[in-house]
T-cell receptor
């Protein structure tokens, strides 16, 4: 659903710790999911994606987990660094592609303390 | 590769004036471009989908006569905020998808402030 007038959840971690950011999606027909990182005053930056026929996908220092049963998505960041501080959004697409319409989640502010 | 630019990055205008924001795909052709609006500490909300050579498709609640979108070429889409009011102040972000590619690339955003 849409995020209207809500304050973003926050997550504070120490440098070197692992971070887990969660996202609940609403459309059971969504079959493609993406995580984006947005730094202050900038556009979203692609991190990692996953299709609904998978439940886990790994990238460099990041892992995305998908639980379709409970419509839950998570992003794990290993050895979090100060440069990872940003707002993280999940996005879903019911058309199976990222060049179709994306619905963005609420977002989570990640702060990494040195 | 796959760079999307927006111009201007920041704009301040008086209430009642119109403002045009450009979105360009610099190194690829984009058959589809999307326009989003983001209020402070909120998520991105899709305003409209723009296909080259055809009329834009607006999301529910977005006034097409107020937010004019033109996608005249495969590398350029423009958003014109007409008769801007202070409540239109927001961060406007575009994205573009290359042909036959499975990814959407985002521009750096345009901060609009209406006084």
């Amino acid at each position: 659903g849409e995020s209207v007038g809500l304050h973003l959840p926050t997550l504070s971690v120490q440098e070197g710790d692992n971070s887990i950011i969660n996202c609940a999606y609403s459309n059971s027909a969504s079959d493609y999911f993406i995580w984006y990182k947005q730094e202050s005053g900038k556009g979203p930056q692609f991190i990692i994606d996953i299709r609904s026929n998978m439940d886990k996908r790994q990238g460099q220092r990041v892992t995305v987990l998908l639980n379709k049963t409970v419509k839950h998505l998570s992003l794990q960041i290993a050895a979090t660094q100060p440069g990872d501080s940003a707002v993280y959004f999940c996005a879903e697409n019911a058309g199976g592609t990222s060049y179709g319409k994306l619905t963005f989640g609420q977002g989570t502010i990640l702060t990494v303390h040195p | 590769g796959a760079v999307v630019s927006q111009h201007p990055s920041r704009v301040i205008c008086k209430s009642g004036t119109s403002v045009k924001i450009e979105c360009r795909s610099l190194d690829f052709q984009a058959t589809t471009m999307f326009w989003y609006r983001q209020f402070p500490k909120q998520s991105l909300m899709l305003m409209a989908t723009s296909n080259e050579g055809s009329k834009a498709t607006y999301e529910q609640g977005v006034e097409k006569d107020k937010f004019l979108i033109n996608h005249a070429s495969l590398t350029l889409s423009t958003l014109t905020v007409t008769s801007a009011h202070p409540e239109d102040s927001s961060f406007y972000i575009c994205s573009a998808s290359p042909r036959a590619a499975n990814e959407q690339f985002f521009g750096p955003g345009t901060r609009l402030t209406v006084l």
